[in-house]
């Protein structure tokens, strides 16, 4: 089992910034992809950013060039998140995703609130 446990969440007004962090029971380089989604109640969650295994990143139409991710020696995501708006309002989920045959693999963090005021 991975476990993977998000923080740095909580209030910021508009235009702040917020780190978000994801650490790992293990080696985040054995997945495929990692990075961070994000849901807002009644919604669909949906990709805020991610980096592959090859060091390529996607990132939201809405977050690029105020979102960056990240990653440390192996053990650790993160997100830092600047220019922040009320509509990026929501919990962020960190992810690890691996191939095994046909199928993705996916593992979740418990999530973080992050409220943007304004």
């Known amino acids: 089992q991975v476990q993977l446990v998000e923080s740095g969440g909580g209030l910021v007004q508009a235009g702040g910034s917020l780190r978000l962090s994801c650490a790992a029971s293990?080696?985040?380089?054995?997945?495929?992809?990692v990075g961070w989604y994000r849901q807002i109640p009644g919604k669909q969650r949906e990709l805020v950013a991610v980096?592959?295994?090859?060091?390529?990143t996607n990132y939201a139409d809405s977050v690029k060039g105020r979102f960056t991710i990240s990653r440390d020696s192996g053990k650790k995501i993160y997100l830092q998140m600047n220019s922040l708006r009320p509509d990026d309002t929501a919990v962020y989920y960190c992810?690890?995703?691996?191939?095994?045959?046909?199928?993705?693999?996916?593992?979740w963090g418990q999530g973080t609130q992050v409220t943007v005021s304004s």
């Open positions: 992810s690890c995703s691996r191939w095994i045959g046909p199928r993705l693999d996916d593992y």
């Open positions: 293990g080696s985040i380089f054995v997945f495929d992809v």
């Open positions: 980096v592959s295994s090859g060091g390529t």
